[in-house]
């Protein structure tokens, strides 16, 4: 007996996104994160261009700070010989080379870390694409694709500035001011040290409460902009069906109130940021009125020059700009350090399916599938199938019919292994689904459902993605064999015809063509027909149908319907209910029986007879 398949308790058993860690200490962490996409162990060359980058940072910020020495000595070579201009000179071309030295250094930095940077980002957007496509089904059925979409953008987004903003503009920054700190105490006296320290931790602290504060509202924000975005890509993902039962103005209405809230939650947040902006230029402005005066005082006093007073006016407004660019962008660094923890948050998802380490490609044989007395539960505490026990032999075709929540498709999920099941086993030619690889196993199996969703772009992608690396040919041949070469052929763009959002530009049997092309592309040993035709007209349902058994000529299949006419020449046809096989047999054999099975197909005929009567009449 095997265990069931694991469910890992909170964002791992679910489909909503993992909870955002408001605290800087969070962030930092994710942070840390990123060390191993910037410090790559696979890439001598941008491990060089990392330490020639920071090599960079470093010249720009000595230039820097020499740019006011020299702007010094020009001063005080003009202030007591107005009339000598050959020191000056020379001053002010060493000031202007330092300035541009200044600029070119880290232009030449942000080219050199570019291509890290960027590599950085494609990896960490790959690496969270590849792991949402490898969680659950359960996953993909609970989550908010909007909200799963505006995550991931917004982790990115954030990494991207945190590169660029954070790591080669405001952690220098702070250096530089520890520099010129250290060269006012050194040159001139401990109190303009002093001044200077004590109006950037004012700053600093002001801005960290004042930030903590506000958060609140950002966050909010950020949440009533996620369901918006949520409402909007329901309501167009759903057109049809909002279509059909005229309501567009509720889903305005809808998208309204979601934009109402953001709306009240932005204000706030705009407010809010004006006041943290109107006090940091206070203390801004208090802290260079305060130094200015000291340097006043000792040009006064005859203890510093001109010169020594515009040094240091000038390092005060070097520092000036950037300490305000702090001011505007803290928030954002912050609530970067959120939304790349919570982007990287989704790698901490555990799969609740796992290939178990060095498992086996799938090496199908014949083709023979077997449930082992198999229960499953989505939720243990709603059991849906209860002791399924019964094979497909090599080339057969059993159909699995039964109302409703019976759990017929549940049987196809589990024969993908989109989840495990609780008890029992499932095999093809002898071995446990579990013990192989997923991608082989699904490599194995063809499906054709009743709601096929196709992409939104060409016939020919549409039909090619079966199998990506086939032939012009190929497709060609398996459109043939799906009857839809023909139809593909007299539209003015053929293969190249754009089919819309889900293949709406299509009918629901031009769909459906296209996805038994896309199978017999894929030339799966193994066939599900998902109630592949119960969504289609009667004569639309016989022309697939017909397709249908070409396709399925020969391999293994497995049939769930809802149409008892589309299965009597099957080998064997199961009847669920409740979770339970409760007949088995061939049509004739089940009809002759009396029991559930009789009683669907009497009641199908019937209805199927008033729908020709009305016709008819």
């Known amino acids: 007996m095997r265990p069931h398949g694991r469910v890992t308790g909170g964002p791992a058993a679910s489909g909503s996104l993992p909870a955002a860690d408001e605290r800087l200490g969070g962030g930092l962490r994710a942070l840390k994160g990123l060390w191993p996409y910037l410090w790559p162990k696979d890439s001598v060359e941008l491990r060089l261009r990392v330490v020639a980058a920071l090599m960079l940072l470093l010249a720009g910020k000595l230039a820097t ?56 980002l494609r990896q960490i957007a790959l690496n969270v694409f590849r792991h949402i ?24 987004a954030g990494i991207d500035f945190l590169l660029s903003v954070m790591v080669f503009n405001i952690v220098p920054t702070f250096v530089e001011i520890a520099i010129v700190c250290a060269i006012l105490w050194r040159f001139y006296s401990w109190s303009f040290a002093g001044a200077t320290f004590a109006t950037i931790v004012l700053y600093v602290v002001f801005t960290f409460l004042v930030t903590d504060w506000r958060i609140r509202a950002r966050r909010e924000m950020n949440e009533r902009n996620t369901e918006a975005n949520t409402k909007s890509v329901d309501a167009l993902l759903n057109y049809e069906t909002v279509k059909y039962f005229a309501n567009e103005a509720h889903e305005i209405a809808r998208y309204d109130r979601a934009l109402a809230a953001y709306e009240r939650a932005a204000i706030t947040s705009q407010t809010t940021l004006s006041l943290l902006n109107v006090g940091q230029g206070t203390i801004i402005a208090g802290g260079l009125v305060g130094i200015m005066v000291l340097a006043g005082e000792g040009v006064a006093a005859g203890r510093m020059t001109v010169g020594d007073f515009v040094l240091v006016n000038t ?28 982007m990287l948050g989704l790698l901490k998802i555990a799969p609740e399916i796992a ?8 090496a199908v044989r014949r083709g023979r599938v077997a449930f082992r007395h198999v229960d499953f539960a989505y939720d243990p505490r709603r059991p849906i199938l209860h002791d399924i026990d019964f094979a497909v032999p090599p080339g057969a075709t059993v159909a699995i019919v039964g109302p409703s929540g019976a759990g017929k498709s549940t049987i196809a999920r589990l024969l993908f292994r989109f989840y495990d099941v609780g008890r029992g086993a499932i095999e093809i030619d002898g071995e446990d689904i579990r013990d192989v690889t997923q991608d082989s196993l699904r490599r194995a199996i063809g499906v054709v459902p009743q709601d096929t969703v196709l992409f939104n772009d060409t016939i020919f992608y549409n039909i090619a993605y079966g199998r990506p690396d086939a032939s012009s040919a190929d497709i060609e041949a398996a459109a043939r064999r799906a009857h839809i070469h023909d139809f593909v052929a007299a539209l003015p763009d ?97 009809l002759a029986a009396g029991g559930t099975y009789a009683a669907m197909w009497a009641r199908q005929q019937a209805e199927a007879e008033r729908a020709a009567a009305l016709i008819g009449n």
Do not use: C
């Not at 349902?541 to 049939?559: G, K, Y």
């Open 65 to 120: 700070i020499t740019i006011p020495w020299f702007y010094k000595r020009a001063v005080d070579a003009l202030a007591p010989h107005p009339g000598l201009v050959a020191v000056p000179v020379a001053a002010v071309l060493a000031y202007g080379a330092a300035r541009m030295l200044s600029q070119a250094f880290n232009q030449l930095r942000d080219g050199v870390f570019a291509k890290v940077g960027q590599r950085a």
């Open 315 to 342: 390092y005060l407004i070097q520092l000036y700009t950037p300490l305000n660019f702090l001011g505007v962008v803290y928030r954002n660094i912050k609530q970067s350090l959120t939304d790349l923890e919570q």
């Open 355 to 362: 290939d178990r380490r060095g498992a086996p490609a799938l």
């Open 494 to 590: 053929g293969y190249d015809t754009l089919v819309g959002e889900r293949g709406l530009k299509l009918s629901g049997g031009e769909k459906q063509r296209v996805a038994i092309a896309r199978v017999v592309l894929k030339a799966p040993e193994i066939l599900i027909f998902d109630e592949a035709t119960s969504a289609l007209d009667t004569k639309t349902e016989r022309d697939i149908q017909r397709s249908l058994a070409e396709v399925a000529a020969d391999r293994t299949t497995l049939v769930i319907a809802h149409r008892l006419s589309t299965i009597v020449d099957a080998d064997e046809i199961l009847v669920l209910d409740q979770g339970r096989i409760a007949e088995r047999g061939r049509h004739r054999a089940l």
């Open 133 to 156: 496509h490898s969680l659950s089904l359960r996953f993909h059925l609970e989550r908010r694709t909007g909200g799963l979409a505006r995550a991931v953008e917004r982790g990115t």
